[in-house]
């Protein structure tokens, strides 16, 4: 039946992602094909890629990740398409879950998965992450990358989604200045984000939310029973969400003085 099945595109993109981005490809080389839109890494992924023998690598300019998914998206050739962060392994039990799924007849068209975060190499088993999940495959045919969102990106679906049992393993922690530099150019598209939907600065939202997000992570989402880990993924998480107020307060203060600028 596995021989039967319908073939897959693997879809990855990369930004400086050398010391991550080999063992990803290493664990999706069962598909049939895999795309890596590259926006123009400077430590070695683009040369890497470009020497990898399984790899289609195209470079474009990082606009927003909607954006950037929503190019890769269109250069998969099958309509099975399994979308992966550069940070992400796909396990041996989720690799046959996903060749069993597709070899099958069914009316699903999408798969959420679930993750296991990775602190280097420790699990975080807690912290807000443990009932994470996305859409990680899905039918090209039948789903699109919603246009109302710039940063985690959502996909809008044609048909019916279903849960796929194994996890996707997401090294999401590096060490501390790459992801408080991941979680504050969050914080910044999200401002973008919030900006263009005409929402509106207050510090009152700014100092509850920030505050909520971490008391949520780390308190009612047990982030302290990940120890210290727990704390520093739970701090920098808030830490976005001060950064999306203070770049909203930017923008609107850009935005104004343009204004007078332009008055007569």
């Not at 993109?13 to 839109?37: A, Q, R």
């Not at 909607?66 to 398409?81: E, I, M, N, P, R």
């Not at 699109?144 to 849960?163: A, M, N, P, Q, Y």
């Not at 520093?232 to 107020?245: D, H, P, S, T």
Request: aromatic share 16%; proline share 2%; hydrophobic share 40%.
């Amino acid at each position: 039946m596995m021989c039967n099945r319908e073939k897959i595109t693997a879809l990855i993109i990369t930004y400086n992602e050398i010391g991550y981005i080999e063992k990803c490809l290493e664990s999706v080389s069962f598909v049939d094909e895999i795309i890596v839109v590259d926006s123009f890494s400077t430590d070695g992924t683009y040369e890497y890629l470009l020497k990898h023998h399984k790899v289609k690598v195209i470079q474009n300019p990082f606009e927003n990740f909607t954006a950037q998914k929503s190019f890769a998206l269109k250069q998969a050739t099958h309509d099975w398409v399994l979308f992966l962060d550069a940070d992400e392994i796909v396990p041996t039990p989720l690799k046959n879950e996903i060749l069993e799924t597709v070899s099958k007849q069914t009316e699903i068209v999408a798969y959420w998965f679930f993750r296991q975060f990775m602190f280097q190499n420790e699990k975080l088993r807690f912290s807000g992450w443990q009932t994470d999940k996305n859409y990680r495959l899905f039918r090209k045919s039948k789903a699109k990358f919603s246009d109302r969102r710039i940063v985690h990106e959502t996909l809008d679906v044609e048909g019916t989604s279903g849960i796929l049992n194994e996890k996707l393993t997401h090294y999401c922690y590096k060490n501390y200045e790459d992801y408080k530099s991941k979680m504050l150019n969050y914080g910044r598209l999200k401002a973008i984000e919030c900006f263009y939907r005409e929402r509106k600065f207050n510090y009152a939202a700014m100092y509850l939310k920030t505050g909520w997000k971490f008391f949520n992570h780390y308190v009612l989402r047990l982030g302290f029973l990940d120890g210290k880990k727990g704390y520093v993924i739970c701090y920098l998480n808030a830490l976005g969400v001060l950064e999306r107020f203070r770049e909203l307060k930017r923008l609107e203060q850009k935005n104004e003085l343009a204004y007078y600028l332009v008055m007569p």
